[in-house]
């Protein structure tokens, strides 16, 4: 999962030691002498065979390892629940969370442990969670970890319209139609899947309605126009912006792909694929590597989004006949739903309009550009 994540083993009675609580200091060095005798015992057999008296000693690596997070992710009622690969028990007085964030209660003792905290969490907000586990032997393991505030008024929303090619008026920019009211705080746009990303772009809270539309801009040029509107939505006024939409401008990231990969939105960028689009304006011929994607990574992004069930896919393999193909789209010519907002998750519920018909901000043109 995404985040980051710092975990260390501590000695207990052995100076120097990695893993807290596995064996006692004493019974180690005892076993260490042990083996250190039967080692010098074998060097002076002339024959590898062990003899038949002397069974070996076997240690399931299980038992001495201590409980590893796998996933952590804020839920309702103001609940973080965390997943470990064996049960865990959290010592309640290593709890730390940045922004501070109190725990009111705490279960544990299984694979999955919950947090109850005090008081929400801000949608979207990342928080970082410090403390320390153990297993039912005694092993211990600390960890560090990030998470996000739960966002449980997330809207309905479509990727609606977007553009891979820039120009001199214009940047490359996706525009997210809002379906139904809600705050966007924490949802996640992905050029890639949140498995597989190229480009992140996350939502700060503001509150949306239904009918209104969002205008994520990349490679932005560092203007003093290049605004991100949370209330007002004709402050912006770098390039492409919309008076009609919330623009907001990807700081750090180049233009998005011309003609080959995933776009999607997330409920937070661990969380719930919300909608994605699959282009590529590829070719598969028999012999093709990476099923004609072009690359491994690209393949390995269209993988990552028929596991999650975000694209319709003709046969049990994708290749590129299922993706939307944006030969002959341009700056002016940009790549859209249609005005319904259709959502089949495939190739029908996209078109590319005539030149000068992109409507960004506004309903989608129903009108389809002919070569």
Partial sequence: MGGFWVQ???????????????????????????ACGFLGFFASLSSCARPPHIEPILIDPATLRPPQLVAIQAGEGNMVELRFDKSAWI??????????????????GNTVCRLYLDGKGIPGKKYTLE???????????????????????????????????????????????????????GVT????????????FLFPPF????????????????????????????????????????????????????????????????????????????????????????TSAMLEKVLALKEEEGWTFAGTDPYPSDAVNPKGATSRRSICRDSRFTDTNSKSDWHIVPSGSATFGAVNSDAIYIP
């Fill in 8 to 34: 260390s083993w501590r000695g207990e009675g052995m100076k120097g030691g990695v893993c807290k609580g596995l064996l006692p200091g004493y019974l180690l060095g005892s076993l260490l002498g042990f």
């Fill in 207 to 294: 509150e949306v309605k239904a009918g209104e539309y969002i205008l994520l801009h990349f490679k932005p040029e560092g203007t003093p126009g290049e605004i991100d509107e949370t209330t007002d939505k004709k402050v912006a006024t770098g390039k492409g912006a919309s008076p009609t939409a919330y623009d907001f401008w990807a700081q750090g990231t180049g233009n998005l792909s011309e003609d080959n990969d995933v776009l999607s939105l997330y409920s937070n960028p661990e969380g719930k694929l919300l909608d994605a689009v699959l282009y590529s304006s590829k070719v598969f011929e028999t012999g093709m590597r990476y099923n004609g994607f072009g």
């Fill in 91 to 108: 010592d309640p007085d290593s709890i730390r969370i940045q922004p501070a964030l109190l725990v009111r209660s705490l279960e544990d």
């Fill in 189 to 200: 746009f992905y050029e890639g899947t949140k498995n597989v990303p190229d480009k992140t």
């Fill in 131 to 185: 403390a320390r586990t153990r297993d039912e032997k005694g092993n211990t393991s600390e960890f560090l970890y990030g998470f996000y505030g739960f966002n449980d008024r997330i809207p309905r929303l479509l990727i609606n319209e977007f553009i891979t090619i820039s120009a001199t008026t214009v940047l490359t920019q996706v525009e997210i139609a809002v379906l139904s009211d809600g705050n966007m705080g």
